[in-house]
């Protein structure tokens, strides 16, 4: 597949996220909070509203649409991102969800850009964590004005980084060879 077309997949993937994350919160967990979120359990003892999963996940292919697309279709990226959260919440979370994305996903762009020339699998890693913070402190706090669920919202999103870290790297080895045998050629 060309980088294009993969950039094309991971834009849509990436706008896929936030609705999925959205519908997630409201209607699948192993609890769900009257009046709040439904949770998830993301590490012994610790839990997280269940949209959390879809974040961090989002976080990774915003990095991946810079990649593949460049830096202005990132960037239209999450505003329409931001856009399609605050369509597809429902009314209570619809400041909160846009907000945190918009937030989060513009420092995300901000840590990747100057990484990114050190190394994929680092600056994705590094810009994900970044936004990952934002994205759980102004949520949590917008959505139901506290910050009690920011732990297992931190700890959740860095599973899903670190899970997407080792395709990263393999993609990135497949581009590198694939770019050797083109200069051979």
């Known amino acids: 597949m060309s980088s294009r077309r993969q950039g094309y997949f991971f834009l849509a993937a ?5 609705p999925a994350a959205n519908w997630l919160i409201g209607n ?5 909070v009257p009046d709040g979120p439904c949770l998830i359990p993301v590490a012994p003892g610790l839990t997280a509203p269940s949209g959390v999963l879809m974040i961090g996940l989002a976080l990774v292919l915003r990095d991946l649409v810079q990649r593949s697309l460049g830096v202005k279709w990132a960037a239209s990226a999450i505003v329409i991102g931001a856009a399609l959260s605050a369509f597809f919440a429902p009314p209570a979370l619809v400041i909160a969800s846009a907000a945190a994305f918009l937030l989060s996903e513009l420092a995300d762009l901000a840590v990747y ?5 050190k190394g994929l699998v680092l600056a994705v890693f590094a810009s994900s964590v970044v936004g990952l913070v934002i994205d ?3 949520f949590l706090y917008l959505a139901f004005g506290s910050l009690d669920y920011i732990s297992g919202q931190i700890v959740g999103k860095v599973w899903m980084v670190l899970i997407a870290l ?3 790297h393999i993609m990135r080895k497949k581009h590198f060879v ?7 050629l």
């Open 14 to 18: 990436f706008a896929l996220c936030i």
């Open 113 to 117: 850009t100057p990484l990114q020339k």
């Open 28 to 32: 699948v967990g192993t609890f769900c």
């Open 136 to 138: 759980s402190a102004v």
């Open 166 to 168: 080792p395709i990263i």
């Open 178 to 184: 694939a770019l050797q045998e083109s200069a051979t």
